[in-house]
């Protein structure tokens, strides 16, 4: 998948020295719930253990070919307010790649292929509740804020948080990339 701009691809074990460049920073692993990786041992375990799946991209930037960060699509269990086939998108970039339309751009590109390859009729999406950047982000892509999960665990950071939840219809999308 691509755009002008950016290319998703499969996970490589290759892909660990640039990994580790982008996720040993402490405002991008905030932002993400984990610890700031150590070395690139430590990211390239990461890749093997968690990255290379079904689902999971690298997002590769068309000039230069350089790793800018990652999305990948999750099923989720049935749940409160899930069904079984619901999804979730989790996303990051490199803080040097913030605030220029990267994400927004590979968001929208992963939620046609979510609709329209994968045919699901919803997509979640959460962002801890002082993210401002990614609350913004799902903001402006037409998610529609559903419910916050409170005082939830993390035990890698041991710290507990609180979750905003937003989703987005298959019928929502649609309408809005007509209005375009």
């Known amino acids: 998948m691509e755009t002008n701009r950016i290319v998703l691809r ?8 640039e990994l580790f460049q ?12 984990w610890l700031p990786h150590k070395n690139e041992e430590e990211s390239l375990e990461i890749l093997r253990n968690i990255l290379i799946t079904e689902n999971s991209f690298a997002i590769v930037g068309k000039s230069g070919k350089k790793l800018i960060g990652a999305i990948g699509v999750n099923n989720l269990a049935e749940g409160e307010f899930t069904k079984a086939g619901d999804v979730e998108l989790g996303f990051w970039l ?45 903001e402006k892509l037409g998610f529609v804020y559903h419910h916050k999960d409170e ?23 649609e309408e809005m990339k007509n209005d375009r």
């Not at 499969?10 to 020295?17: F, G, I, N, T």
């Not at 982008?22 to 719930?33: D, I, R, S, T």
């Not at 665990?153 to 948080?161: A, D, K, S, T, V």
């Open 151 to 173: 005082a939830l665990y993390n035990g890698m950071l041991g710290i507990f948080y609180n979750s905003c939840v937003n989703v987005m219809t298959k019928k929502h999308w």
């Open 10 to 17: 499969s996970w490589q074990e290759s892909d660990a020295p």
């Open 94 to 138: 490199g803080e040097d790649f913030w605030g220029k339309g990267y994400m927004q751009e590979t968001v929208a590109l992963v939620l046609d292929y979510c609709f329209d390859e994968l045919g699901k009729d919803k997509v979640w999406c959460a962002h801890f509740e002082d993210n401002e950047q990614s609350r913004r982000l799902q």
């Open 22 to 33: 982008l996720a040993n920073n402490e405002k991008v692993a905030h932002a993400c719930g």
